[in-house]
Structures are given as structure tokens and as C-alpha cells.
């Protein structure tokens, strides 16, 4: 059960109206290292979805039917996650390339989104908005930390903590596949309370491909956004959970750790969601959706 923990709790640092649906090029743009499915309404302000570790882009299912009748939604899904081939994320860097390409995307579209991350998806959205201002209009994130080595030490640092990044890379990739799948439902049920939920993230999880899972896990674990995020301007909405009956992470202490976090950065709404696990959008969709469609009017 320790290590059923020790990996959900890895796992949860990283992790309508449609009136055309189906693959996306922004302007003969077309990424290589995740691809993008057009599901809102042509015409409406643009909004890009990007989802965490192992989650596909069924993740923002609900909420892309709510927001859909008033946005065009860009929904990103990261190759080698959720059963996506791997193609370049299979080996070497991940998350700066990623970053490159949704700056690609963005800008060929000729947008100014919106960009709502969960998890990896909002530390990805962090590093957009940092390297690229001008990409981000607005910025939802969706419990997301800044460094989220932090949970494991307050004084982590970046060299304390490669080297531990390192042995989970090799611990994870060694382990054999039926032994992942029968871990993948205890730890999807430390990240989400609702059923269905965890069954569809144990699904997801499974289905990903390992080496692209573990690499963008170290990366997460070796990124550090605490000095950059004061000199994140962007008008930004950070949706974290707490849920008093979970074990992992306390939830006083992960509430400390968000709020010391974001304190540097200057245009940030941080609301606290009772009552839900990492996965907001599965726990407490009613309350994540009033929250995101509040910020982005």
C-alpha cells in the first residue's frame, strides 16, 4: 500500500453546441508532438484545453459541452498518453518541445486564447504563458503547483531532486505491465472519489505508453516555475483541490503549498474546491465549471 501511495502521489504531481468537430491545423500547422480536435463553435473567442500525465483529451469531455456553445475549443491530447502513439515524445525532452509547438499552433492560428491546463497541462500552460505572453489571453489552472517537488520536501531543490527523479524513471519502466495494471486502479483512486472517474483514469493510465509517461514525470519533478511565475502578468483562475478524507497530500499542507506557490504572481484567483481529489472535473464538475466559466466572461 506504501507504494501504491508513493506512486499516486507521483502521479498526482504531474497528472454542447458543436458546430464543427474533428482534427485541427492551425494554418497548415500541424504539430508533432500532440495533436488537436476542434469541438466548440466557429466564430466564438478560442480557448485551448490541454490535459495532464496519461489523461487524453476525454478528460475535458463535460466541460467542452458546457463551454462549447460559447467558445471554439481547442482540445490538445499529448501523444503517447491516453493510447496515442508516441512519435517524438517517445524518447529525449518533452515538455519545452510541447511548449514550442503550442506556441506554433497558436500563432499560426493568428489567436489570442484562452488556456486551461489540469495537472502536467498546467504546468505546461505556465511555461507558455512565461516564454510566450502574448500566446495566453486569460489562463485557467487546474491544480497545478509550481514545482511539485515541493510536496515531497519544502526544500527540494533542483539537484536534490534529479537524481531521486531518476531512480523513479527506472523504477517505473522496470516494472512489468501486469503489475502496473492491477497498481493503476489503487492509485487512480487516491486522484479521483467519483467512480467512473477513476475507472476512466486507470483506463488512460494504462493505456499510455511508459516511456513517454515516466520522462514527462521526471521533467515535472525537475521543473521549477517559482521564479518565474512573478513575472506572470497574465490574468490567471488556480482551481485546487481539497478533500479532507484523503491521505495523499495532507490537505492542509497542500493548501499552504498553493498559496505560498502563486503568492508571487501578480493577477491570480485562487479558489479552493472541497470536496474533490486531483480530477476536479470528475469530483466536483459543477463547481469547476461555474468557477471556469465565471473567470472567462
Known amino acids: 500500500m506504501k507504494v501504491v501511495r508513493l506512486l499516486a502521489t507521483l502521479f498526482f504531481l504531474l497528472a454542447g453546441i458543436a458546430l464543427l468537430v474533428g482534427?485541427?491545423?492551425?494554418?497548415?500547422?500541424?504539430?508533432?508532438?500532440?495533436?488537436?480536435?476542434?469541438?466548440?463553435?466557429?466564430?466564438?473567442?478560442?480557448?485551448?484545453?490541454?490535459?495532464?500525465?496519461?489523461?487524453?483529451?476525454?478528460?475535458?469531455?463535460?466541460?467542452?459541452?458546457?463551454?462549447?456553445?460559447?467558445?471554439?475549443?481547442?482540445?490538445?491530447?499529448?501523444?503517447?498518453?491516453?493510447?496515442?502513439?508516441?512519435?517524438?515524445?517517445?524518447?529525449?525532452?518533452?515538455?519545452?518541445?510541447?511548449?514550442?509547438?503550442?506556441?506554433?499552433?497558436?500563432?499560426?492560428?493568428?489567436?489570442?486564447?484562452?488556456?486551461?491546463?489540469?495537472?502536467?497541462?498546467?504546468?505546461?500552460?505556465?511555461?507558455?504563458?512565461?516564454?510566450?505572453?502574448?500566446?495566453?489571453?486569460?489562463?485557467?489552472?487546474?491544480?497545478t503547483l509550481p514545482y511539485y517537488a515541493v510536496i515531497f520536501s519544502p526544500d527540494a531543490t533542483l539537484e536534490a531532486v534529479k537524481p531521486q527523479a531518476e531512480a523513479m524513471k527506472a523504477q517505473l519502466l522496470g516494472m512489468p505491465a501486469d503489475q502496473f495494471a492491477v497498481m493503476a486502479p489503487m492509485m487512480a483512486a487516491q486522484m479521483v472519489k467519483n467512480p467512473e472517474g477513476q475507472k476512466k483514469v486507470a483506463a488512460s493510465s494504462i493505456a499510455t505508453d511508459r516511456a513517454v509517461m515516466v520522462n514527462a514525470m521526471a521533467e515535472d519533478l525537475e521543473t521549477d516555475m517559482r521564479p518565474e511565475v512573478a513575472q506572470i502578468k497574465t490574468p490567471t483562475l488556480m482551481l485546487f483541490a481539497v478533500d479532507t478524507s484523503a491521505a495523499q497530500p495532507d490537505p492542509a499542507k497542500y493548501e499552504a503549498m498553493v498559496r505560498d506557490g502563486y503568492q508571487p504572481m501578480p493577477n491570480v484567483t485562487l479558489v479552493k474546491v472541497d470536496g474533490s481529489r486531483h480530477f476536479i472535473m470528475y469530483d466536483q464538475p459543477d463547481k469547476m465549471d461555474a468557477a471556469i466559466e465565471g473567470f472567462l466572461k
Not at 478528460?59 to 498518453?81: C, I, M, S, T
Not at 484562452?114 to 502536467?120: D, K, Q, R, T
Open 23 to 143: 482534427p485541427l491545423h492551425a494554418a497548415g500547422f500541424e504539430p508533432t508532438r500532440f495533436t488537436v480536435v476542434d469541438a466548440g463553435t466557429m466564430g466564438k473567442p478560442d480557448v485551448v484545453l490541454v490535459p495532464g500525465l496519461s489523461s487524453g483529451r476525454a478528460v475535458w469531455d463535460a466541460e467542452a459541452k458546457l463551454l462549447g456553445p460559447n467558445y471554439r475549443l481547442h482540445l490538445v491530447q499529448v501523444d503517447g498518453f491516453a493510447g496515442a502513439p508516441a512519435g517524438p515524445n517517445a524518447s529525449g525532452p518533452v515538455l519545452a518541445s510541447i511548449v514550442e509547438e503550442l506556441h506554433g499552433y497558436i500563432a499560426a492560428g493568428g489567436m489570442h486564447p484562452v488556456v486551461i491546463g489540469h495537472s502536467l497541462g498546467g504546468l505546461l500552460a505556465l511555461m507558455l504563458a512565461d516564454k510566450y505572453p502574448a500566446d495566453v489571453r486569460k489562463m485557467v489552472i487546474v491544480d
